[in-house]
C-alpha cells in the first residue's frame, strides 16, 4: 500500500497536505511552482495531451477554448441545473449530454469527475514527487451542503484519478479539526467558508472526553452555488457594460479579452482585501484601453447583496442547532473570499465578536483531511468527527409529496426503515422514488435515484418488503431490501438519476492512465531500468577494456554476480528491487572504479607538460 | 448512491460470530469483537435504559459520546468487510436512537411507534371534539381576514381578533404539553405494572399527542396568515 493524503478538490484552487511525522503536524505539499496551491484548471492540447494547474491556468489567456476552470460547479449536476450558471461560465457543454454533463475541451468531451480526475492526478504526482513513494489513497473533502451526486460524483473523480476515497470530508468539519488542533479550544464554534464557488455554515460542539476529542456537527447549511467566483462576476458584467458603453465593444466574440479582463478585475479584488482603493488597465480589441479606479466602498457596494446571501444560510444553521448567534463561543473564517473586508465585518457584527482568521484560510481545510487521513490511516484515534447530512431524504408518496424519512442535521451514519406492499392483485413490482431536499413536492426535491422493489404476485397488500435506507459517513445513501415473508435479500436496480454508473466510472480509469502521465511506480521502474541499462553498460565496457591484474579473482566474482542479479531485477517490474540491485552492483564496483580513475588520471597526465597539468 | 445487500443479523442471545462464546451488547465480551444487532432491538435497549420517558439529557449525551467512539466506522478502515457492516449498522442505530430519544418529544412518538400503537398521519388531522366550537370560528376569522386582505380593507380588527385567538391557541398548547409531562411521570411510575394499565397509558399519550400536533398546526397557520397580512 503507499501513501494517505488529504484533498482539498476546491473551485478554484486544489491542495494536497499530508500529517508530518516528525512535528505530528499536518502540512501542505509545494508544487513545482512554488506555491501549494494548484489552480483547479485543466487544459488540452491540440495533440490531447492533458495540462492541469499553474500550467493551464496560463492558457486561460491564450487557448481559453480549450482550457476550463470552476469545474466543480458542474459536479453531480444536470444540464437543466446549470442553465443559468452557463450564462455566466464559459463552459462548452456537450449538446449530447443526457443525465450527465459533458463538457467539450478542445475536440474532445469530458464528464466533470474525469475533469476533476485530472486535477487529482497533478496533486497525487505532487505528493509522490515529494515522498518518492506511490500515494494510492485521500480523504477528499466536499462542501458540507453537497448533496449525494455531488458526493458521488467527487468520490467517482478520486477513483478516476487512481486514488481509493477512503473518506469524504465535509469542508468547514475539516477546517474546524485543524482549528481545533491548533488552539486547543472547545465549546461552540460557527465555520463561514466562503470559498471558490461555495459557501458553507456549520455549528459544532468540541468536545472533551476521556477518550479524546468529538467534533459534533449539530448542523450545517449553505449555497453549493455561492462564492469568490460570483464576485468576479459581478465586477466582470460592470465592466463589460461600462466597456460596451464607452467604447462600443461587445466583447463576447473575444474569449481572450474576457479572460485577460477577469484576471485583472481578480487582482483589483485582492487588493481590495488590504487598500482602500485600486486601478485597473486592460487592453481590448483594436488597440483600445479600458482603464479605470475602483474604491472598495464602490466594491462593497457592488457585493453587498453576494454577501447578504450568505447570512440567510446562517440564520437557518443557528435555528436547526437551537442556538443564537450570541451562543457561539468562537466564529472561524475559511476559504479565500473570506479576506474581503465586508465579508468579515458583516460576520463580525452578526455574531458580536471579531472572528478568528489566524490560520490561513486557502490551506485550513486541506491541513484537517490530512489529519483524518492519518486517523484513518494509522488506526491510533485522537479524534473523532461526528458530522450530519445537509439534506433531508424522503421518497416520494401519493401525489408527488415527499415523505422525509431522515431529517437534515442527523448525524452519519443515520438510517431509516420502510414497509412497502403492493396496492393491486398480482403486482409485481413496487416503484420507489428517492429524493433529497426540504420542500414538500417531488418535483420541487433533487432525485437521487428511482428503483424497483421486485415482488411475487399475490393478493394486494400481502407483500412486505422492507428498504432499509442508509446514510454512510461519506454522506452517500445505501439501499437495501428485505422480503419479510421470505426473510430473501432483494437485488435492487438502481438507475442514478445524476451520475455515472459503476461501468462508466471503470471505463473512465482505463482510459484517464492514457491521458494522463503513468502511474507513480511505472515511472519509476522506467528511470530506475534506465539507471541500470547505463550501469550495466559502463561495467562491461571496464570490464572488456581495462587491464584487470589488480583486481582479485574474488572482486570478480562479486560483480559478475551482481550483473546477473541486476539484469534479473530489470527483467521484473519491481522499481525497488532494480534500486537495491543497482546499488549493490555500485558497491561491488567500487575499487574498480578507483583503478579506472586512477589508470584514467595516468593516461590523460602522459605526454602533458607539467605545466600544462 | 449505492445499493447493498442487508446483512442477516443473528437471532438475539446468540453466541459470537467470532469466537463462539455467549456475546451480549455491542461487543463480544470475550474478544471484543462487534457484535450483529438482533432484530427488533429497542432504542431504549440500544443504550441499555429502561422504558421510561424521563431521561437524563446529559446522561445520554454522555453515552452517545461514548457509544460513537467505539462504535464509528473510523475504528473499522482495516477490518474486513463483514465487520465494516456491522460497524455502520450500529453506528447509524446509535444516531437514529440518539436522534429519537433525546427531544422529550420524540422520545414518546418512539415509544408509542414501538409499541405500535402510532401510525404517522392517520388521526392527526381530525379535529379534537372539545375544541370543535373554537376551531370553527378561528377558520371563520381566518376567511374574513384573507377576504378582507383580498378587498384591501382596514386588517386591524381581524388582527387583534386573531391575535387573541393565537394567543388562546398557544394556552392549550402549554395545558396539552403539562398534561403530557404527567402522563410521563406516570409512565415511568407504573414500569413494572400490569400490561393492561400501561396500555391505557399509551392510549392517553397518542390522544394528547393528536390534540398537541392539531393545535400546534393551527398555530402555526395562524402565525402565517398574520405574517401575511
Given amino acids: 500500500m503507499g501513501k494517505i493524503v488529504g484533498i482539498d478538490l476546491g473551485t478554484t484552487y486544489s491542495l494536497v497536505a499530508y500529517m508530518d511525522a516528525a512535528t505530528n503536524e499536518p502540512k501542505c505539499i509545494v508544487g513545482p511552482y512554488g506555491s501549494a496551491l494548484c489552480p483547479s484548471v485543466v487544459s488540452v492540447d491540440a495533440d490531447g495531451t492533458i495540462v492541469t494547474g499553474e500550467a493551464a491556468r496560463r492558457r486561460l489567456l491564450t487557448q481559453s477554448e480549450r482550457t476550463i476552470y470552476s469545474v466543480k460547479r458542474l459536479m453531480g449536476r444536470s444540464v437543466e441545473d446549470i442553465q443559468s450558471e452557463l ?123 476521556d477518550e479524546g476529542d468529538i467534533y459534533q456537527v449539530l448542523s450545517t447549511n449553505g449555497d453549493t ?27 463576447s466574440a473575444h474569449p ?90 458583516t460576520v463580525g457584527d452578526y455574531f458580536g465578536r471579531a472572528p478568528h482568521c489566524e490560520l490561513n484560510p486557502d490551506e485550513v481545510v486541506a491541513l484537517g483531511a490530512a489529519v483524518q487521513a492519518d ?3 494509522s488506526g491510533v484515534k485522537t479524534m473523532l468527527l461526528l458530522d450530519v447530512t445537509p439534506l433531508s431524504l424522503g ?30 392483485e398480482n403486482q409485481t413490482a413496487i416503484d420507489l422514488h428517492v429524493l433529497q431536499g426540504e420542500r414538500e413536492l417531488a418535483k420541487d426535491c433533487r432525485s437521487l435515484a428511482r428503483f424497483q422493489l421486485k415482488v411475487p404476485p399475490g393478493p394486494a397488500g400481502l407483500a412486505r418488503v422492507e428498504v432499509k435506507f442508509l446514510i454512510d459517513a461519506n454522506g452517500i445513501l445505501q439501499v437495501a431490501a428485505r422480503d ?82 541486476l539484469r534479473a531485477a530489470v527483467a521484473g517490474t ?16 567500487t575499487h574498480l572504479a578507483e583503478l579506472v580513475m586512477n589508470g584514467a588520471l595516468q593516461t590523460a597526465l602522459q605526454g602533458k607538460r607539467l605545466d600544462e597539468v | 448512491m449505492s445499493v447493498t445487500q442487508t446483512s442477516t443479523n443473528a437471532a438475539p442471545g446468540t453466541k459470537c460470530w467470532s469466537c463462539g462464546k455467549i456475546a451480549g451488547g455491542h461487543f463480544c465480551s470475550a474478544c471484543g469483537k462487534i457484535q450483529p444487532l438482533p432484530r427488533g432491538t429497542s432504542y431504549f435497549e440500544f443504550f441499555a435504559l429502561p422504558e421510561k420517558l424521563q431521561i437524563d439529557p446529559e446522561a445520554l449525551e454522555q453515552q452517545f459520546h461514548k457509544l460513537s467512539w467505539k462504535l464509528h466506522p473510523d475504528n473499522f478502515m482495516r477490518a474486513d468487510e463483514f465487520e465494516r457492516n456491522l460497524s455502520l449498522e450500529r453506528s447509524s442505530e446509535l444516531n437514529d436512537a440518539y436522534r429519537a430519544l433525546r427531544d422529550p418529544l420524540t422520545r414518546v412518538e418512539y415509544l408509542l411507534a414501538h409499541k405500535g400503537m402510532r401510525k404517522e398521519g392517520a388521526a392527526k388531522q381530525q379535529a379534537p371534539p372539545e375544541l370543535l366550537e373554537e376551531v370553527f370560528e378561528l377558520n371563520e376569522s381566518l376567511d374574513e381576514l384573507r377576504d378582507a386582505r383580498a378587498a384591501g380593507e382596514d386588517l386591524a380588527a381581524l388582527r387583534a381578533r386573531l391575535e387573541s385567538a393565537e394567543q388562546d391557541f398557544q394556552e392549550k398548547l402549554e395545558a396539552v404539553d403539562a398534561e403530557l409531562d404527567q402522563v410521563r411521570t406516570e409512565w415511568d411510575a407504573v414500569i413494572e405494572a400490569a400490561e393492561a394499565d400501561r396500555a391505557k397509558l399509551l392510549t392517553r399519550m397518542n390522544e394528547i399527542l393528536n390534540r398537541r400536533s392539531y393545535i400546534r398546526n393551527l398555530v402555526a397557520g395562524v402565525a402565517k396568515e398574520l405574517a401575511d397580512a
Fill in chain 1, 574 to 589: 519491481d522499481y525497488k528491487e532494480v534500486r537495491a540491485q543497482i546499488d549493490k552492483l555500485n558497491e561491488a564496483t
Fill in chain 1, 375 to 377: 486517523i484513518l490511516d
Fill in chain 1, 87 to 209: 450564462k455566466i461560465f464559459p463552459f462548452r457543454i456537450d449538446p449530447t449530454s443526457s443525465n450527465v454533463i459533458r463538457v467539450q475541451l478542445g475536440d474532445k468531451v469530458f464528464t466533470p469527475p474525469e475533469i476533476s480526475a485530472f486535477i487529482l492526478r497533478e496533486l497525487k504526482s505532487w505528493a509522490e514527487d515529494f515522498f518518492h513513494e506511490t500515494v494510492d489513497r485521500a480523504v477528499i473533502t466536499v462542501p458540507a451542503y453537497f448533496n449525494d451526486a455531488q458526493r458521488q460524483a467527487t468520490k467517482d473523480a478520486g477513483r478516476i484519478a487512481g486514488l481509493e476515497v477512503l473518506r469524504l470530508v465535509n469542508e468547514p468539519t475539516a477546517a474546524a479539526l485543524a482549528y481545533g488542533l491548533h488552539k486547543q479550544k472547545r465549546g461552540k464554534v460557527a465555520v463561514y467558508d466562503f470559498g471558490g464557488g461555495t459557501f458553507d455554515i456549520s455549528i459544532l460542539k468540541l468536545i472533551s472526553t
Fill in chain 1, 256 to 345: 481572450e479579452h474576457i479572460q485577460e479582463l477577469r484576471k485583472a478585475l481578480i487582482r483589483a479584488k485582492h487588493d481590495l482585501s488590504s487598500a482602500a482603493k485600486t486601478s485597473i488597465q486592460v487592453a481590448l480589441p483594436d488597440g483600445l484601453i479600458y482603464s479605470r479606479e475602483i474604491s472598495l466602498r464602490e466594491f462593497d457596494e457592488l457585493i453587498k447583496p453576494i454577501v447578504a446571501r450568505t447570512m440567510e444560510p446562517v440564520r437557518k444553521a443557528l435555528a436547526d442547532a437551537k442556538l443564537a448567534a450570541k451562543d457561539m463561543d468562537e466564529v472561524v473564517l475559511v476559504g479565500g473570499s473570506t479576506r474581503i473586508p465586508l465579508v468579515r465585518k
Fill in chain 1, 225 to 251: 452555488h455561492l462564492g469568490g467566483d460570483d464576485i468576479d462576476n459581478a465586477l466582470l458584467a460592470l465592466a463589460r457594460a461600462e466597456i460596451q458603453k464607452q467604447f462600443s465593444v461587445d466583447l
Fill in chain 1, 395 to 424: 421518497i416520494e408518496t401519493m401525489g408527488g409529496v415527499v415523505a422525509k424519512i431522515i431529517p437534515r442535521n442527523s448525524t452519519i451514519p443515520a438510517s431509516a426503515q420502510e414497509m412497502f406492499t403492493t396496492g393491486v
Fill in chain 1, 484 to 565: 419479510l415473508r421470505t426473510g430473501q435479500e432483494h437485488s435492487i436496480e438502481v438507475q442514478p438519476s445524476y451520475g455515472l454508473n459503476d461501468t462508466e466510472v471503470e471505463r473512465m480509469l482505463e482510459e484517464s492512465i492514457e491521458f494522463a502521465e503513468q502511474d507513480f511506480s511505472e515511472r519509476q521502474l522506467i528511470e530506475a531500468r534506465n539507471e541500470a541499462d547505463t550501469i550495466l553498460k559502463a561495467t562491461e565496457r571496464t570490464l572488456q577494456r581495462e587491464d584487470l591484474s589488480q583486481l582479485s579473482r574474488e572482486e570478480r566474482g562479486t560483480i559478475d554476480e551482481s550483473v546477473i542479479k
